[in-house]
């Protein structure tokens, strides 16, 4: 049920009321016409405006009976008290256009049945007049009345389509919120009620899905404004925060940076629908490293993806293990001092990412090959174990980066 919506009445001037240019006695003659009045308008709304056509529902007919019958008894009450209330047939045909909204259908067919309807029953009273022989001055008066309550009419229906709207709108956020929530809560909800509040939200489940975070702006609330329906919204830990299905489509993410506008973020990796939690755990990993410096930014308003950071994310999460780590493995470096210490382990980084190939390595670093043959001489003479031994290559890749961001000397 809607709820009392209270207009008050226009009192400007009298072109704005033109009701009150029809004299008040020429109520009379038009009162006793008013059933078969109501009757051809709904027979031309019926006839005229298919959307309103249910011959197999004389319920709804008789409504759509009752409201004409109510706004004419009202137009011809304007006409004989230009001082009448308007605040009961506008709470009627707000009631309509609120209707109108509940049930799915578009605001035009309404308009379109008013329009019908006032034509058919401004052809009536004219005809009418004219066999009283009326003068031509009355037709006009009563036209721009006609008009003028039409729009009456239209306004209080708009306003209540608008109301159904924005009411809908917010439930349907709320409800979207609410999905969100049981999504990315930890340990996830169980996937019988996470379908239930999927429906009510309208949201299609996916299989898999990606959580993106982005970099909160002053002022901008929840995030960019403007996004396909598709993503669900929120904030989390004070960020934006969307939540996209199907990610592992052809772009995935990437296929957003015109829609965000230029926001910043990171995309936490693609999970199976009860696994969204450790998205949004890698997501917020990934800015946090952005955000402090330790992976770099590609350019204003592009998405950072965990899934291409993996080996710096995993020594984010086991930092200062990696650090004792590196300080016992990689000694004797430290004992050469940051400077040479540094650049001998920026040639064995080289070395081990291009497979010990000196030209490759030489390249990256921009030396000559000879140099790097002559720093691998050292290297292998100051460590106890062999460097390009199969088993230790891997700890070395993962240990290097973390003992170069430590080391303070010139990694040339």
Partial sequence: MTELHERSAQADDLSGEPWRDVPR??????????????DSMVEGV??????????????????????????????????????????????????????EAVEGRGLEHLQNAMRVASRTAWRYLAREADRLKKPRDLAIALTEANLAYLDLLASAAAQGYARAR??????????????????????????????EQANLAGWPLPERVAVIVLEPRP????????????????????????????????????????????????????????????????????????????????????????????PDLLLEE???????????????????????????????????KHGFNATDAAEALCVHPQTVRYRLAQLHEIFDYDIEAPAIRLELM????????GAGGEHA
């Fill in 25 to 38: 006695d020429e109520a009379q003659w038009i009162r006793p016409h008013l059933p078969a009045l109501v």
């Fill in 46 to 99: 019926l006839r005229n405006v298919p959307e309103y056509a249910r011959p197999d529902d004389p319920v709804y007919t008789e409504v759509m009976r009752l409201a004409a019958a109510q706004a004419m008894g009202h137009f011809v009450q304007m006409i004989a008290d230009p001082d009448a209330s308007l605040q009961e047939v506008h709470q009627v045909y707000f009631d309509i256009g609120y209707g």
């Fill in 219 to 310: 002022g901008a609330g929840e995030g960019p404004a403007g996004l396909p329906p598709s993503l669900l919204s929120g904030l989390d830990r004070g960020r934006p925060c969307l939540v996209m299905p199907d990610p592992d489509r052809p772009g995935g993410p990437d296929r957003l940076t015109a829609t965000l506008g230029g926001w910043a973020g990171a995309v936490g990796p693609s999970v199976p629908l009860d696994r969204a939690g450790v998205s949004l755990r890698w997501a917020h990993r990934t800015l946090d490293s952005m955000e402090a410096g330790r992976l770099a930014r590609q350019g204003p308003g592009t998405l950072v993806h965990a899934d291409r950071y993996v």
């Fill in 166 to 195: 924005e009411k809908a709108a917010g439930e349907r956020e709320q409800r979207r919120g609410r999905l969100m929530s049981l999504l990315l809560s930890d340990p996830a909800a169980p996937r019988d009620v996470v379908a």
């Fill in 318 to 352: 086991g930092w200062t293990l990696a650090e004792a780590a590196a300080r016992r493995r990689l000694a004797p470096l430290t004992e050469l001092g940051p400077h040479r210490g540094g650049r001998l382990a920026a040639t064995l980084l080289e070395c081990l």
């Fill in 398 to 405: 993962l240990l290097l980066p973390v003992w170069l961001r």
